[in-house]
């Protein structure tokens, strides 16, 4: 069907309250990432899930981001007290399979710009 | 760090001219691709050239890639006001699968 999709579109939080970030995938993607990008720079990686279980979270900068997924469907990337640092645009993306040595393209969301004040 | 680095950082030509932009990288890779970004949201796949391949067309995109000498780059011909975006490159290391992306070449076409 549509898209990736992502909410909320923006979000305006104080520092050291919580944020909840969600992304739904293309119905049928099995692999789901997610990135960070602060303004004017390119595009971090954070963590990625095959179906419901992460493989690789080596890109969270922090114990204070955590991410789960539901089964191969909707996702939610969390930050626990909110730091200025953590203020960007999230972005996440999925594809059909597991990315057998990145052959899968990846379909992106229109992210989650988020400003900790 | 990222693996790639595009050049130059911005790019500002008329409507009808080419546009070329350059990304180097340092590791092996197993490919490399290009994505659109418009208004810092969500990014658009352009192309993907294999390490096995030297250069690959779509439309109007040529994208060439050196392994030699760990570079790439995108040429857009005939550009548009409406190919006013940011582009990174981003690629996949031999002994993975996550993709690295540069910082990016923002192109602005004049109308």
């Known amino acids: 069907g549509a898209g990736v999709s992502q909410s909320p579109s923006n979000k305006v939080t104080e520092k050291g309250k919580d944020v909840e970030l969600r992304c739904d995938p293309i119905s049928g993607h099995t692999a789901l990432y997610w990135y960070r990008q602060r303004l004017g720079q390119g595009l971090e990686f954070l963590i990625y899930f095959q179906g419901n279980s992460a493989p690789d979270k080596s890109g969270l900068p922090s114990d204070r981001f955590s991410a789960e997924r539901t089964g191969e469907s909707v996702s939610t990337l969390t930050i626990q007290r909110t730091q200025q640092e953590d203020s960007a645009v999230y972005l996440c993306?999925?594809?059909?399979?597991?990315?057998?040595?990145?052959?899968?393209?990846?379909?992106f969301g229109p992210g989650t710009r988020l400003l900790v004040l | 760090s990222q693996q790639g680095e595009e050049d130059p950082q911005a790019l500002s030509i008329q409507e009808g001219e080419n546009a070329t932009m350059n990304c180097s990288y340092k590791?092996?890779?197993?490919?490399l691709q290009w994505y659109r970004q418009n208004s810092g949201r969500g990014l658009v796949h352009l192309i993907l050239?294999?390490?096995?391949?030297r250069e690959k067309h779509s439309g109007r995109l040529r994208v060439t890639l050196d392994t030699s000498k760990k570079s790439s780059s995108l040429l857009i011909t005939a550009s548009r006001a409406a190919d006013t975006a940011s582009y990174f490159c981003a690629t996949v290391e031999t002994s993975g699968s996550r993709l690295t992306f540069g910082e990016g070449t923002q192109l602005t076409v004049n109308p």
């Open positions: 590791t092996s890779i197993n490919n």
């Open positions: 993306a999925s594809s059909r399979a597991y990315p057998r040595q990145g052959q899968e393209t990846q379909y």
């Open positions: 050239i294999r390490s096995n391949e």
